[in-house]
């Protein structure tokens, strides 16, 4: 691979502007392309905030907003977004049909050794590749949002996407510093998706049963479960929650979740009463026209942990 590959951003919203910080930051040429001429004329605009932030932030490995921004192109065609790239990153609106057409236009006129990654979150790549004629290199590369800030990203095959896709993918991500996740195979929600569902049906549960308020769960994951969990995973977690590691951790407390685990098996309803509860609590919280503020306020706080936490991971 080169010393500077290049790689193909296709739709230049929030999620494609991220990842061409990612990319750019990790050494890549980018090529940012949009159909949408207004929305690309747009996007120079977006890649200098992303990076400013992270310049600020000391985030940049070293390196100024401006360099980042320098390796970023807005493409004024399709095909010369695409011209000698390794990588195509695809952020297109999570709609079947559209993701069917991009990956069909990527598939004729990509290079032919190109890896083709959606950051679609909610469809399976099965859906939307079964059709090319080149759908061993297509995969899924879902990022948690933003991947100029979160380093984690899924990485999911389809049944006949060829494990060398896989693996190229893999160490693409790692050389631009994500932290791949690699799925041996495709599964609705993914990973990440599916334990957040997990945890979002208890508390949707514990609200609807009366047992807390949406409030006290909010307190319970942000200042009981949250601290630990930013700095490890759930099963390193419980490795050191018992003197003996995690077999030790099973044999104290694994038949309390057997207990627990029986009445989790009936999902709640996320509507009616217990919406209007959670609702009202957010509410009352936080006015709906503040929301974007709060939001500008939530990804500065991230930003300052997400340094924190590189600052002081320990080297392996």
Same mark, same amino acid.
């Given at each position: 691979?080169?010393?500077?590959?290049?790689?193909?951003?296709?739709?230049?919203?929030?999620?494609?502007? &991220?990842?061409?910080?990612? =990319?750019?930051?990790?050494?890549?040429?980018?090529?940012?392309?949009?159909?949408?001429?207004?929305? &690309?004329?747009?996007?120079?605009?977006? *890649?200098?905030?992303?990076?400013?932030?992270?310049?600020?932030?000391?985030?940049?490995n070293g390196q100024k907003a401006a360099d980042i921004v320098g390796r970023v192109s807005i493409a004024d065609s399709l095909e010369s977004a695409l011209s000698g790239a390794v990588h195509v990153q695809e952020n297109v609106p999570e709609?079947?049909?559209?993701?069917?057409?991009?990956?069909?236009?990527?598939?004729?006129?990509?290079?032919?050794? &190109?890896?083709?990654?959606?950051?679609?979150?909610?469809?399976?790549?099965?859906?939307?590749?079964?059709? *090319?004629?080149?759908?061993?290199?297509?995969?899924?590369?879902?990022?948690?949002?933003?991947?100029?800030?979160?380093?984690?990203?899924?990485?999911?095959?389809?049944?006949?996407?060829?494990?060398?896709?896989?693996?190229?993918?893999?160490?693409?991500?790692?050389?631009?510093?994500?932290?791949?996740?690699?799925?041996?195979?495709?599964?609705?929600?993914?990973?990440?998706?599916?334990?957040?569902?997990?945890?979002?049906?208890?508390? =949707?549960?514990?609200?609807?049963?009366?047992?807390?308020?949406?409030?006290?769960?909010?307190?319970?994951?942000?200042?009981?479960?949250?601290?630990?969990?930013? *700095?490890?995973?759930?099963?390193?977690?419980?490795?050191?929650?018992?003197?003996?590691?995690?077999?030790?951790?099973?044999?104290?407390?694994?038949?309390?979740?057997?207990?627990?685990?029986?009445?989790?098996?009936?999902?709640?309803?996320?509507?009616?009463?217990?919406?209007?509860?959670?609702?009202?609590?957010?509410?009352?919280?936080?006015?709906?026209?503040?929301?974007?503020?709060?939001? &500008?306020?939530?990804?500065?706080? *991230?930003?300052?942990?997400?340094?924190?936490l590189q600052q002081h991971t320990p080297k392996t």
């Amino acid at each position: 691979m080169s010393d500077t590959p290049k790689t193909a951003i296709i739709g230049s919203g929030l999620i494609g502007c &991220a990842w061409s910080v990612a =990319f750019a930051r990790g050494g890549c040429t980018v090529a940012l392309y949009d159909q949408n001429t207004a929305a &690309a004329a747009q996007a120079k605009d977006m *890649l200098i905030q992303l990076a400013s932030e992270l310049e600020q932030a000391d985030m940049l490995n070293g390196q100024k907003a401006a360099d980042i921004v320098g390796r970023v192109s807005i493409a004024d065609s399709l095909e010369s977004a695409l011209s000698g790239a390794v990588h195509v990153q695809e952020n297109v609106p999570e709609k079947l049909d559209i993701k069917k057409q991009v990956f069909a236009q990527l598939d004729a006129l990509a290079p032919r050794d &190109a890896i083709l990654a959606s950051s679609t979150s909610a469809l399976l790549p099965s859906a939307f590749t079964e059709h *090319l004629e080149g759908r061993n290199r297509c995969l899924v590369a879902h990022p948690i949002n933003p991947p100029s800030l979160i380093r984690a990203v899924e990485i999911v095959p389809a049944p006949w996407t060829d494990p060398e896709a896989v693996d190229r993918c893999a160490t693409l991500m790692e050389r631009i510093g994500q932290k791949p996740i690699r799925m041996t195979r495709e599964i609705d929600g993914f990973i990440m998706n599916r334990l957040q569902g997990a945890l979002l049906q208890e508390a =949707f549960r514990l609200v609807a049963d009366g047992i807390a308020s949406p409030e006290d769960v909010d307190t319970g994951l942000r200042d009981g479960l949250a601290p630990r969990w930013a *700095l490890m995973g759930p099963f390193e977690t419980i490795d050191l929650n018992a003197p003996a590691g995690v077999r030790d951790y099973v044999a104290r407390y694994g038949g309390m979740y057997e207990t627990i685990a029986a009445g989790q098996r009936e999902t709640r309803d996320w509507t009616g009463d217990t919406l209007d509860q959670i609702d009202e609590s957010c509410r009352a919280r936080l006015p709906l026209d503040r929301i974007p503020q709060a939001q &500008a306020e939530r990804d500065s706080r *991230l930003v300052n942990l997400m340094k924190h936490l590189q600052q002081h991971t320990p080297k392996t």
